[in-house]
């Protein structure tokens, strides 16, 4: 009986802990959206490659090689550094695989330090328990991990047979949130696990999303009909998907442009294990100016610069930072790059 009380007690102050942080979380979060509606002058949201390298081949993926080493935690300070003086509101990691980074959690650390909110997304391979009390310790506030099937296939092996056992760890132990994404139109064997991904994932408690496969430049692939259909069954399970935003994306699953604002380059900024400065992470090639030399002149140019890829595009990440500003701010310069950019330098 006094066992039974102690394990009690024992997830009652876990339980606690972890409402009180996603309160607080969720308090940052708002000020970030007030934040971003009364100025246009910072950067909403960062992505930044400490690791090209991924463990993983997914064949959809145009992200990540085998050979890269991990950028030197020291420069990846001073590059998160220098996004805190933008006045960041949110940084998220990515690759690659940035689990395999041997410092990811000092640089977490710098991050929500540096008063941003932190982000990470990963294939979850490498997340064991250990990992996620070090990632609980280090701050972090957001996670998305991609699933694309119930069992591994040759197109992808990011998938819920492998990963359950994980995802049931996190579901008890993480003070973070989780967000489940799957990928459609990539190829893979079975496209209805979409749905079963996105119901394991409701029940235990994580939010899920659906992305919709694109070419090396972000470009629409558009979806077949019965991928439409589960793309729809997702999109309405969505917790907090909001009337514009889910036009938008059904537009895209049906193969339709879209006329929006894309703020990449000001609102969104794609900074590479090299340091550059890139529209996303499909528009590698421009404007590829150093993150140090960047300005807040180069942010306010790109603001107001109009993208020739956004009609088609499918970086559903930019699209929502984009919503911020959708009815303010006419965009009156053309963009003077080609639609896809140059192959990444690697």
Partial sequence: MVSGQVTVMFISKKALKRGVRSSYRRLRELRMIAKGL????????????PMRR???SCTYCNEFDKVST????????????????FGTTIVTI????PLLHPDLDRLIQRIRRRGMLAGLITNAYLLGPDRVERLNRAGLDHMQISIDNVIPDDVSKKS????????RHLAAHAEFGVNINSVLGAGTRNPEDALTI??????????????????????????ADNEQAIFRQIMARGRRSYSRFKQFQENIARGRPNDWRCRAGARYLYVCENGLVHYCSQQRGYPAVSLYEYTREDMEREFHTRKL???FCTVSCVQQVAMLDNRRAPQTRQERVPLTAPEFER
């Avoid at 910072?42 to 930044?48: E, G, K």
């Avoid at 990515?94 to 695989?97: D, K």
């Avoid at 047979?161 to 994980?166: P, S, T």
Wanted: proline share 7%; aromatic share 2%; net charge positive.
């Fill in 70 to 85: 991990p950028v030197p935690t020291e420069e990846m300070f001073r590059r998160i550094d220098r996004l805190a003086s």
């Fill in 94 to 97: 990515s690759g690659g695989e």
């Fill in 38 to 49: 009364l100025s246009t002058k910072h950067p909403v949201l960062a992505h930044i490659v």
């Fill in 54 to 56: 991924c463990n993983l």
């Fill in 309 to 311: 890829c956004a009609p």
């Fill in 198 to 223: 996105s119901k394991r994932a409701a029940e235990l408690g994580f939010t899920s999303t659906v992305g919709i496969i694109h070419d090396g430049g972000g470009q629409l692939r558009p979806l």
């Fill in 160 to 167: 819920l047979k492998v990963l359950d056992r994980k995802l």
